[in-house]
């Protein structure tokens, strides 16, 4: 057998680019994590605010997971979903929370009231009785 210099070039080449997807994969996490904890910071050194508003819109945030498990080809499905409120204030701006699933059946578009939040943290919406 004779000597491939293509063969001695991929011991070379691979491990390089498994670590350079490593140092993605981290990479992102960690960033990630920072920006998260950077918000987390920010809102908790956010007043609480409590505010005349109107819920303009609601939306849920459905993902789709596939999931390949073992070498017997079974699969499975599963997914999230994430609910948002968009909040009108009496100057006109807007402000979209993501709220949890049993405020979002509670919440009704064109719903008046007070709404109470920290930063970017929705903390509730109290309806005003028309």
């Known amino acids: 057998m004779g000597y491939s210099p293509f063969g001695g070039m991929m011991f070379g080449i691979v491990p390089i680019i498994i ?14 994590s920072l920006q998260g904890a950077k918000q987390w910071k920010k809102n908790n050194d956010s007043p609480v605010l409590t505010v005349d508003a109107v819920v303009v819109t ?5 993902r789709h997971y596939h999931h390949n498990a073992g070498t017997d080809n079974m699969s499975h499905m599963s997914s999230s979903t994430a ?10 701006d807007r402000m979209e929370f993501k709220v949890g699933n049993d405020e979002y059946g509670m919440l009704v578009e064109r719903d008046t009231g007070r709404l109470t939040f920290q930063g970017t943290r929705y903390l509730g919406f109290e309806r005003i009785k028309a």
Not at 19 to 32: A, D, E, H, K, Y
Not at 58 to 62: E, G, N, Q, S, T
């Open 19 to 32: 670590f350079i997807g490593f140092i993605f994969v981290f990479g992102t996490i960690i960033v990630r």
């Open 83 to 92: 609910y948002y409120a968009t909040f009108e204030f009496s100057s006109g």
């Open 58 to 62: 609601k939306r849920a945030d459905v």
